[in-house]
């Protein structure tokens, strides 16, 4: 549906810069239609903060995947030890370790569950704030050189190479983050209040 929109948008403004170069004049001038389009997944995973953002995230689930693995060699272990014991085991002693390994079972399935639900929040935390940016930087794109439509390259079936500005908007964001952070650095201390 997205798709069929952004071509009948594109479309759209495509007929209308033909009409206004048939009419020869729209106002006083004729009317330039710029175009442009963006992949903001790339923009936000080559910017310096996407990669940033992408490097915690990665640091993040090395240290829980430490504990998921130490986890599954217990229960492995468990499973290994019942197996070479169970020929010598009483009938109640190997029900009671069959239990207790159905019962770790149990807790790393839930450990999965948590951790999986643990990484999707991080993601979401890390990344919804650059890509919130990153939409301002392509925005603020638009509106200083006039461009009259810039679309996710994600809704576009072709486009030419030329009216991708995915670089500019990676540049700019950059730019602007590395600004930002000059600025806070500069930004003098206040000084604590002297008492009388």
Known sequence: MKRILAVMVVGFFVALSGVAGVAGVVGAAEAEVKIGYVDI??????SEEGKKAVSTLKDYMASRQASINEKGKAIEKMKSDIEKQGAVMSTEARKSKIEEIERAERDFQRMLTDVNQELEKK?????ESVYKEIMGVIEKIGQEEKYSVI???QSLLFAEKSLDITDLVIKRYNEAKAASKADAKAEP???????K
Do not use: F, Q, W
């Open 123 to 127: 993601r979401r935390e890390l990344t």
């Open 189 to 195: 201390k206040p000084e604590p209040k002297k008492k």
């Open 41 to 46: 997944d790339k923009a936000a995973n080559d």
């Open 151 to 153: 679309m996710p390259s």
